[in-house]
Nanobody, 125 residues
Framework: QVQLVESGGGLVQPGGSLRLSCAAS??????????VAWFRQTPGKEREFVAG????????YYADFVKGRFTISRDNGKNTVHLQMTSLNVEDTAVYYC????????????????WGQGTQVTVSS
């Protein structure tokens, strides 16, 4: 089993920044074999892909609406993936989830087996 715990959410003003973290653990988890992605969800909407990083760490990919503003990175030594978010706007308000899948990757919820509980990000003045 793999456990994922998100942190770093909170309230920020428009134009501000936040860094989310996803800490992974579990007897079968290895940073070098699991791809990780961030998704987000607002009430009444489906969960949407935000950013992903492959198990090798060599490829990162983003949803169009965050390109140039968000950066995903991983610290394999600490089994942690970060999502640095800048130039936040009110439309970025959502619960942010991290997800992991061994070797796989993708932009769909179905591509990921393991999920965290989510962390709330609220962008408001």
């Amino acid at each position: 089993q793999v456990q994922l715990v998100e942190s770093g959410g909170g309230l920020v003003q428009p134009g501000g920044s936040l860094r989310l973290s996803c800490a992974a653990s579990g007897s079968t988890f290895s940073s070098y074999t699991y791809s990780v992605a961030w998704f987000r969800q607002t009430p009444g909407k489906e969960r949407e892909f935000v950013a992903g990083i492959t198990w090798s760490g060599g490829i990162t990919y983003y949803a169009d609406f965050v390109k140039g503003r968000f950066t995903i990175s991983r610290d394999n030594g600490k089994n942690t993936v970060h999502l640095q978010m800048t130039s936040l706007n009110v439309e970025d308000t959502a619960v942010y989830y991290c997800a992991a899948q061994r070797y796989g990757s993708g932009r769909s919820e179905a591509d990921y087996r393991y999920w965290g509980q989510g962390t709330q990000v609220t962008v408001s003045s």
